[in-house]
């Protein structure tokens, strides 16, 4: 079976779904009824084959990627689920930053404590799951607009898995089996915005730390789940300006994709199009003291998935 990715791009005349092969996108529309990748999705299971019938003989002309503009993969993408606290060495990392965990202790009895808390969480505790909104979504090559009133927005590059068929009550033998593919999604954060010390009984609030337009930079393109051997696997780069700031595998995943799925899945349906980013590793903008300024350039990478490439503009 020849690879091939599943994206939405725009020629000057609309957007289109695509297939991509070897850099060169091929028009779905052109050999199939699907008018958007919407469609794909809601059909997956047949349109897959019909998709990958066409990478093996194509019957389309090629056009270059670099001759149209590549949109968000899925058209008019579903909701969105984020795991977080989700990769062990992050975590550990931001617990001996922050200091939590046992009063007095050293940095390296911090980290201890919290590699032993993070090991009970995963043999006995459950996901940290919050929501996101579709409208913060953007393409893998557009700007990233930074609000003004703020000055510390942050970068969490990660793996984000696009669900295919209806998932409800799945075990999580079964959960990837209602997987379509996986994409790139950089989840940026506003950091101050996360506590709500006017009601501290609340916690955090999530919505308007994260939900900025352009916050949730995704693509290039979907990669079908029969291409990627193992996403617990997969190498995770996130570079600021040339220089390399989180580098990581997603085998440092608390719990993985499939552990994910089925415990969203006991709450909500998770339906064709809706996405679950899987947590960020080590290398945060919070780590390094040193958050997002406008002319900075992100480039973003998941072994097998593409590179996203993204300008920090100055918003309102």
């Known amino acids: 079976m020849t690879r091939f990715a599943l994206g939405t791009f725009d020629a000057g005349d609309g957007p289109f779904p ?4 070897d850099e060169n996108i091929h028009d779905i529309t052109a050999f199939t009824d699907y008018a958007s990748t ?5 059909d997956w299971t047949r349109a897959f084959e019909r998709l990958a019938a066409e990478a093996d ?19 008019r993408a579903g909701q969105i689920y984020g795991a977080g606290a989700n990769y062990r060495e992050h975590v550990i990392q931001m617990s001996v930053a922050h ?17 032993r808390d993070i090991d009970e969480r995963k043999a006995n505790g459950e996901p940290y799951v919050w929501t996101g909104v579709p409208s913060a979504i953007s393409g893998a090559y557009d700007d990233v607009v930074l609000p003004a009133a703020w000055d510390d927005h942050d970068w969490e590059l990660e793996l984000g898995v696009v669900i295919g068929t209806r998932a409800h009550h799945v075990s999580v033998d079964d959960a990837l089996d209602h997987v379509a593919g996986y994409t790139i999604c950089n989840d940026l954060t506003t950091r101050s915005l996360v506590p709500r010390k006017d009601i501290a009984m609340m916690g955090t609030d999530w919505m308007r730390a994260k939900n900025f337009p352009t916050f949730y930079p995704t693509g290039p393109w979907l990669v079908p789940a029969q291409f990627v051997d193992d996403p617990l696997d997969l190498g995770i780069r996130l570079s600021l300006n040339g220089k390399l700031m989180q580098d990581s595998n997603t085998g440092d995943m608390v719990f993985g994709p499939a552990e994910l799925i ?26 390094w003291g040193r958050f997002l300024r406008p002319g900075d350039v992100m480039e973003c990478e998941i072994d097998g998935l593409g590179t996203q490439r993204t300008e920090c503009v100055q918003g309102d």
């Open 262 to 287: 089925s415990y969203i899945s006991k709450f909500v349906a998770l339906e064709p199009g809706d996405m679950v980013i899987t947590g960020s590793p080590p290398g945060n903008g919070s780590h």
């Open 57 to 75: 003989a194509p019957t389309t002309p090629p056009t270059p990627a670099s001759a149209v503009r590549t949109l968000p993969p899925v058209a």
């Open 99 to 115: 200091k939590l965990g046992t009063e007095g202790l050293s940095e390296a009895e911090l980290a201890e404590e919290a590699a």
């Open 38 to 42: 919407d469609e794909v999705l809601q």
């Open 18 to 21: 695509g297939i991509v092969i």
